[in-house]
């Protein structure tokens, strides 16, 4: 075992060479006399006028001092200790320890707190003048038994120490170095006993200790020899092998995603870019003051369950780490229990519960809400916000705003790769771990400064391209388009980190040339025209990348999407979400061969309303005025319609509302009022139509 391993290793804890020795008697504030006589055992507080006052008839030995980091003041200031209590039993005069405890902050800070936690592990009572004595005697057991130092995280993922960052898992603490060339990586297993992970770090000794976190990542490795993974830290990926494997993984998320659509290859690749933007996740949200959140949604068993798995597998996670539609306080526990690992929300139905958009951009700006998490007996803990969101639905959420901060990507039957794609990820989970903690070898190789640069010129660059693109369909449609600015910085994040991880070359070549433009004077370049086509010749291949190009298309198509999306495609899409959760309910419109759609006005717009609650919603004028331009008689009147009840069978109702007759109803409409089925038939036949039109179109048309 190397030296480094065995200074790592050197100080797990031991016990039982820890002193027994009783304190001479008035040469120390406070005395230990271990004696069998239940009247003498014990401490005694030794005045300074020679008397002496027995504390309590019972030992303390402190194994851990535990240090927490405090959300609240941003500093490591909370002190617990892990104690064990001893005393003699009255009859048989046997020592008697208590399982280990622990002392929080609070049991320190009163006299009536801590004889509770003395009683309660073993019966003995304790007696101390003041509050400030039992900070004294603390002090002075912790002289005594010199415990060992730990600490607690209570959260996992990306954590950082003494100026060291680390990955903590269960199974697994993998330090990330500061230079590679220089420094090993070392995957450090956790104590079998203790479950604690040693460290040295700056010459400091210390444990990391896990925080209390169920499900926590766990990655797959093999059996560890002498507390360390060493198979697994010498089958690393280096070099050509890391640069052949990463351009493997991205053209297997191209194929996964794209399906029977090559020209949507990008999209994978801006998923897989996603999922590594862990590694400048730091340098984003400098920059933009803001993470990334990614949204996939589209009809279900598509298949976006099983490329969160993919996802999920590559951190050490599983699925049960993921939450279906959680409420408030479990999603915000699960950002603050991950650190700069993508939080996953799958089966998110927009809407529904009491995650409101106000929360959700607070998240976005790694705002925390507030006091609102509780870990053990504290009431009031804060709830930091450490990683970003990535959702997974069946819907297209309705608030602009909240779809601004996404990238949103359908994830339609006709993407779906071949299955062949995905044994190909089944059969891979060891090599994408391996992956990953390959990327953590090299994390400090990143030029980071060039990273934040190069996030400022990509999104004026894409800005200019978007803007360009829009203003060509503005002129062509009459219409003018807009997108927001984090749409761009959305999008420029995720260009950017698959520029340096999957194109390290063009960064080295941007790299040596950077003090040339910078600094207008270089040796590499002797002239200002020089200058000008270096600078030229680096921005035509940021421009000119694949997924820059797709990354134009995609937001200028956003932006033309937005616009079409009218005040009653927002109403319809809220009530889509509602029919299927089903919270609209079914006696407020029915179906009639000859009418088409009979809807009571008054029922779905208070079960509108209601589902709305505490959420902007559109107002009522501006969706009647269109469903009224739909509607056959063009105005709300009294109705006949029936329904099927589950109980009464067929119901005839006679309601104020609206009659929408069959060739005015889109998908939209099908889709909203329950007919999904219908609606994929609609489109399919719209499709076939508009591929026939182009064809006869293209017919008609000279070759020349």
């Known amino acids: 075992m190397s030296a480094e391993k065995q200074a790592i290793l050197a100080d797990y804890p031991d016990t039982e060479s820890k002193s027994q020795t009783s304190y001479k008697h008035g040469t120390d504030p406070f005395e230990y006399i271990d004696s069998s006589n239940h009247a003498d055992f014990g401490w005694f507080r030794n005045e300074s006028d020679g008397t002496s006052r027995k504390i309590g008839s019972f030992d303390i030995e402190i194994h851990s001092k535990i240090i927490r980091y405090n959300p609240e003041t941003l500093k490591w200031d909370e002190t617990l200790y892990e104690c064990q209590v001893s005393w003699l039993l009255p009859d048989s005069r046997t020592l008697t320890q208590s399982e280990l405890f622990i002392l929080e902050p609070v049991d320190l800070l009163s006299k009536k707190a801590f004889q509770v936690q003395i009683f309660k592990h073993s019966y003995q009572s304790a007696r101390f003048k003041s509050d400030d004595e039992i900070l004294f005697f603390m002090s002075f057991l912790c002289n005594r038994w010199q415990p060992q130092t730990v600490y607690e995280f209570n959260y996992y993922g990306f954590i950082e120490h003494h100026g060291y960052k680390f990955y903590l898992t ?63 830290e010498h089958h690393l990926y280096t070099d050509q092998n890391l640069r052949y494997f990463i351009d493997t993984v991205r053209d297997k998320f191209g194929e996964l995603i794209a399906g029977q659509q090559p020209e949507k290859r990008a999209e994978g690749h801006l998923i897989f870019s996603y999922m590594l933007s862990f590694l400048f996740f730091d340098e984003i949200y400098d920059v933009f003051k803001h993470v990334v959140f990614l949204y996939l949604y589209g009809d279900p068993s598509t298949g976006k369950g099983q490329l969160s798995q993919i996802m999920l597998n590559f951190f050490g996670q599983s699925f049960t780490d993921v939450d279906s539609n959680p409420t408030l306080k479990s999603a915000e526990n699960k ?109 400090n190789d990143f030029n980071r400064t060039l990273f934040k640069s190069e996030l400022h010129w990509i999104k004026r660059l894409l800005t200019e391209a978007v803007e360009e693109e829009l203003s060509k369909r503005s002129e062509k449609e009459g219409t003018q388009f807009q997108i927001k600015d984090r749409q761009i910085e959305n999008m420029a994040a995720l260009i950017t980190v698959d520029l340096f991880v999957c194109h390290p070359g063009d960064v ?124 056959l008689n063009g105005k709300a009147k009294t109705n006949y319609y029936s329904y099927e009840d589950p109980i009464k069978g067929t119901v005839k109702e006679n309601r104020h509302g609206y009659r929408i007759p069959r060739k005015n109803l889109t998908p939209s409409w099908l889709r909203a009022f329950g007919k999904r089925e219908e609606a994929n038939l609609m489109m399919e036949r719209n499709s076939q139509e508009a591929t026939e039109y182009v064809v006869a179109e293209a017919e008609s048309t000279a070759p020349f």
């Open 508 to 631: 080295e070549f941007a790299e040596f040339f950077t003090p040339s433009i910078d600094n207008k004077s270089n040796r590499h370049v002797s002239s200002e025209e020089d200058l000008n086509e270096l600078q030229a010749l680096i921005k035509e291949n940021r421009v000119n990348s694949e997924i820059f190009r797709y990354s134009v298309e995609f937001l200028a198509n956003s932006a033309e999407r937005e616009i079409q999306q009218t005040p009653l495609q927002q109403f319809l899409s809220s009530l889509e979400i509602m029919n299927e959760n089903g919270e609209l309910p079914k006696r407020y419109y029915g179906w009639n061969t000859k009418d088409g759609l009979v809807i009571y006005w008054s029922g779905i717009w208070d079960a509108y309303t209601n589902y709305n609650k505490g959420r902007d919603y559109i107002s009522q004028d501006v969706i009647r005025e269109e469903i009224e331009a739909l509607d």
């Open 170 to 232: 269960r199974n697994a603490l993998i330090n990330i170095p500061n230079d590679h060339l220089r420094e090993p990586q070392y995957i450090i297993a956790p104590n079998a006993d203790s479950g604690l992970f040693p460290m040295v770090a700056a010459d400091t000794t210390f444990y990391v200790k896990p925080g209390r976190i169920e499900p926590a990542p766990q990655l797959d490795l093999k059996p560890p020899v002498d507390g360390f993974y060493t198979d697994d």
């Open 335 to 443: 950002l603050a229990n991950h650190s700069k690992i993508p939080v996953i929300m799958d089966e998110f139905v927009p809407g529904k519960g009491k995650i409101t958009p106000q929360v959700f951009n607070m998240w976005y700006e790694l705002r925390q809400r507030g006091v609102s998490a509780a870990h053990d007996r504290s009431k009031n803990a804060w709830s930091p916000v450490r990683s970003q969101l990535m959702f997974i639905s069946n819907y297209k959420p309705s608030e602009d705003h909240f779809r601004s901060r996404c990238i949103m990507i359908e994830y339609a039957k006709e993407k779906r790769g071949d299955v062949q794609n995905l044994w190909w990820f089944e059969n891979h989970k060891r090599e994408m771990q391996r992956l990953f903690i390959s990327l953590l070898y090299k994390f």
